[in-house]
């Protein structure tokens, strides 16, 4: 019986992962091939995987959705033979909104406070991303203030920071460096802090919107990021002392969850898990959006594809992205935070007083949204954890007809399987933990 | 790479030729290139996109046009309800392609990209679960947002958006999470 007729039948497969005395070699090793983009005899002749353990070897056990290592509510379900996984299965969607479908019904003004709630540790990436795409819709990509863009830049790279820095925290706390997790926090911390007194808020910001960003930078703001900086900078170098050079800490990661160029391209993993493998691939430097082709920095890369791997690309592009700050601290040009543009934009709060047309296009703006023209578009810009794509098909109106985001971890995550596959459960921690997966992202 | 890459010079040519890439025309969206293959054709030419460089499929998604039955299309290419939106990475060239497969609703199958692009193996499932297009082939195409036993397709625009009543709230008037209309 085909999958369409089992599906017509109303008999719907279940989601979990199948004993393995209900799949075939065949089914086995076609995932382990097409990954590797060769044939089952090839893949066979690899001998990956066991294909003659019986059930009576193996048992499946689930771990998560409330395991503290996965991040959230992260299933995974493991088959295990003693401590070796040798098949691995990610369940998802406990967190699932429908944020796709409450996107369609938000207007585009409306819109960032939908998408910043999916990456909730990069929400100024989601808000960008979203903002990108509607722009390219309008038409107006073109003609955002310098100011609004370099804006843009600096709360990106400070967002970049954070979330890995996040990362760094709960990559410490998963391998039992549980002081890290505290410094990472407070680092974090820092960086949400001067967030809260641009944006108001420390997560969620919904600041970056289309035509520009919500308000100019505050007064001060220059001292404060420099300040963040110069604090950040020496702790840095604190973490490599407890974590990078120290010998428990690269036992744990080094050779662990490795994944090569081949798999990572073609489960279509970016970010940081694609870079470990070597692969110089950054949406920055090789598509470059706002003005990151006229900023220094480097791609960092990694050779071997394992868990240290993508912990030590993670720590140094946070040195990168202070560079990037530097050089918009330099750089940040005075003008207009966002376009001129009435049928965008709100009028200025003083135009309002004096002005019956500002006070209808305010009015209008806020009530109705403004209008997209007919079209569909893709954008993607590079976030902390990979591509993340928006794709809105715009009907004319004042909503999106289809908003789509192109999640990383949604992506990154069928990485896993592949990572864990002959590993030992103990380092199933150390894997999820690298992949660096936000749920919320995953489930939208 | 073959001769049918575009470049930024044959897209901005003022009387373009018809630009083509394996026999199906060029479009352009918004500065972006996009092709309108069919069902038929949609494994082959990803097939030939791959020798061509397209290494990664970094998203696919669909829409359901159920309330834009007129909407522009390139001459040749018929309405149909569903669309399979395909969007390909080339690393080597930097540059991106993206695909639109018409789906008819009497039929929403496809077949799947696994065996190419085993990376679309989750976005194919979401695509089932939001909008139960079938992909044909697909090695576990099982729900994988909503839970196992959900009724309907939730991204479809038949699909009602519902509400959960807010407690203690005096407006009852909302309506219970909404099943297909």
């Not at chain 1, 050089?327 to 005075?334: I, K, W």
Request: proline share 6%.
């Amino acid at each position: 019986m085909s999958i369409v007729d089992t599906i017509r039948s109303g008999n719907e497969p279940e989601q979990g992962l199948q004993p393995r005395s209900e799949l075939t070699a065949r089914e086995l090793l076609r995932e382990v091939g097409s990954v590797l983009r060769m044939s089952e005899s090839e893949a066979a002749r690899l001998g990956e995987v066991p294909v003659d353990a019986g059930d009576d070897q193996t048992m499946i056990i689930n771990m998560g959705p409330q395991h503290p290592s996965t991040h959230g509510v992260l299933r995974l379900m493991l088959e295990l033979q003693g401590e070796e996984v040798l098949r691995c299965k990610p369940i998802i969607g406990y967190l699932h909104t429908g944020m796709e479908k409450t996107g369609e019904s938000l207007t585009y003004m409306q819109g960032g406070t939908n998408v910043t709630r999916m990456d909730y540790a990069s929400p100024l990436n989601n808000e960008l991303v979203f903002s990108l795409a509607t722009e390219k819709l309008l038409g107006i990509d073109g003609d955002i203030p310098e100011r609004a863009v370099w804006m843009r830049m600096l709360l990106s790279e400070l967002n970049r920071m954070s979330s890995h820095l996040l990362f760094m925290a709960t990559n410490g706390m998963d391998l039992g460096a549980v002081s890290m997790m505290i410094y990472g926090w407070r680092e974090r911390e820092e960086v949400l802090r001067f967030f809260q007194k641009v944006t108001g808020l420390r997560m969620n910001h919904n600041f970056i919107r289309p035509g520009g960003v919500a308000a100019d930078l505050p007064d001060g703001w220059r001292d404060d990021v420099l300040r963040l900086l110069d604090v950040i900078t020496p702790r840095l170098d604190e973490y490599d002392v407890l974590m990078t050079g120290q010998p428990i800490w690269r036992e744990r990661l080094q050779g662990v969850g490795i994944i090569t160029e081949q798999e990572a391209l073609a489960l279509g993993a970016t970010g940081p898990i694609l870079r470990s493998t070597g692969v110089a691939w950054d949406l920055r430097r090789d598509q470059p959006y706002l003005r990151y082709s006229e900023v220094e920095f480097d791609v960092i890369v990694g050779s071997y594809g394992d868990a240290f791997d993508r912990y030590a690309i993670r720590l140094n592009e946070i040195r990168e992205s202070m560079k990037i700050v530097r050089q918009v601290l330099d750089r940040m040009p005075s003008g207009d935070y966002r376009i001129q543009n009435k049928k965008v934009t709100p009028p200025p709060r003083a135009r309002i007083d004096e002005s019956m047309e500002a006070l209808i296009h305010h009015f209008k703006i806020f009530t109705e949204g403004f209008k997209v023209p007919e079209g569909e578009t893709y954008v993607a810009i590079e976030s902390p954890r990979g591509e993340i794509g928006c794709y809105i098909a715009s009907d004319g109106s004042a909503t999106p007809y289809r908003m789509h985001v192109r999640a990383p971890s949604f992506v990154n995550i069928q990485c896993m399987p592949h990572m864990l596959r002959g590993g030992l459960v103990a380092d199933a921690v150390a894997v999820i933990s690298s992949v660096d997966p936000v749920l919320g992202e995953v489930d939208r | 790479m073959s001769d049918s890459t575009p470049t930024e010079q044959e897209q901005t040519a003022p009387t373009p030729e018809p630009v083509t890439v394996h026999g199906l025309p060029l479009t352009d969206s918004r500065g972006q290139a996009v092709l309108h293959p069919s069902r038929e054709q949609y494994i082959a030419l990803v097939k030939k996109l791959l020798d061509d460089g397209y290494a990664m499929c970094v998203d696919l998604t669909a829409v359901d046009y159920l309330l834009r039955p007129g909407r522009p299309l390139p001459d040749g290419i018929v309405h149909e309800r569903f669309e399979v939106v395909v969007n390909l990475l080339s690393l080597r060239d930097r540059t991106r392609l993206r695909l639109r497969v018409q789906v008819p609703e009497s039929d929403p199958t496809i077949a799947t990209l696994f065996d190419l692009h085993p990376g679309t193996e989750a976005m194919e499932r979401e695509v089932y679960d939001m909008f139960g297009i079938v992909f044909t082939d697909h090695p576990d195409l099982t729900r994988i947002l909503m839970p196992e036993d959900w009724d309907g397709h939730p991204l479809r625009k038949d699909y009602d958006q519902g509400r959960i009543p807010v407690q203690f709230s005096a407006d009852s008037s909302a309506t219970a999470v909404g099943g297909a209309r």
